[in-house]
T-cell receptor, first 114, second 113 residues
Framework: DTEVTQTPKHLVMGMTNKKSLKCEQHMGHRAMYWYKQKAKKPPELMFVYSYEKLSINESVPSRFSPECPNSSLLNLHLHALQPEDSALYLC?????????????FGQGTRLTVV | AQTVTQSQPEMSVQEAETVTLSCTYDTSESDYYLFWYKQPPSRQMILVIRQEAYKQQNATENRFSVNFQKAAKSFSLKISDSQLGDAAMYFCAYANTGNQFYFGTGTSLTVIP
């Protein structure tokens, strides 16, 4: 199994809503990532979890709250988002540290904030 | 912070021909990894090829090969015998041992039948 599964694939939410994005992998990877990607732009790193601990937060606004409940799951909780937060949100996973650090990506969640 | 530069926003190639996509990067680290990812309209990022910085030999994967020039900090991708399915956005990426991936701005490749 070399898949990273993201749900939902599409999400429309109002600015006062609370929603969550989910990411799951069963490759034994202990590093998991959230990226934000705008149209025709590269992915921008948001968060990195290494061994279920938050290791990198790229100064992301607090309306985005990550959570890593176990080594296979990664969530992104959304609250009070702005229209400019509309984007493709990509989850990825890899082996942490030195060695084989290829990142496997999910298909993303297309988020629209109205 | 590391930077990755792709100077070709768009490229096109005739089917069955060869095309080279350019990438340069800037880093002060000695141990790192370089990748080319492909993102078709289906939007999933797919690994095309990887290169470990400590390896001098250029990586190859079937029709895809790289020209890795460590001193020049250059990492270009050559696609031989281009196929229609190669049309996509291509991102060059750098990863350090701290699990931080940095992506270039991308090159949109069109394959002309």
């Amino acid at each position: 199994d070399t898949e990273v599964t993201q749900t939902p694939k599409h999400l429309v939410m109002g600015m006062t809503n609370k929603k969550s994005l989910k990411c799951e992998q069963h490759m034994g990877h202990r590093a998991m990532y959230w990226y934000k990607q705008k149209a025709k732009k590269p992915p921008e790193l948001m968060f990195v979890y290494s061994y279920e601990k938050l290791s990198i937060n790229e100064s992301v606004p607090s309306r985005f709250s990550p959570e890593c409940p176990n080594s296979s799951l990664l969530n992104l909780h959304l609250h009070a988002l702005q229209p400019e937060d509309s984007a493709l949100y990509l989850c990825a996973s890899s082996h942490p540290g030195t060695g084989y650090t290829e990142a496997f990506f999910g298909q993303g969640t297309r988020l629209t904030v109205v | 912070a590391q930077t990755v530069t792709q100077s070709q926003p768009e490229m096109s190639v005739q089917e069955a021909e060869t095309v080279t996509l350019s990438c340069t990067y800037d880093t002060s680290e000695s141990d790192y990894y370089l990748f080319w990812y492909k993102q078709p309209p289906s939007r999933q990022m797919i690994l095309v090829i990887r290169q470990e910085a400590y390896k001098q030999q250029n990586a190859t994967e079937n029709r895809f090969s790289v020209n890795f020039q460590k001193a020049a900090k250059s990492f270009s991708l050559k696609i031989s015998d281009s196929q229609l399915g190669d049309a996509a956005m291509y991102f060059c990426a750098y990863a350090n041992t701290g699990n931080q991936f940095y992506f270039g701005t991308g090159t949109s490749l069109t394959v002309i039948p």
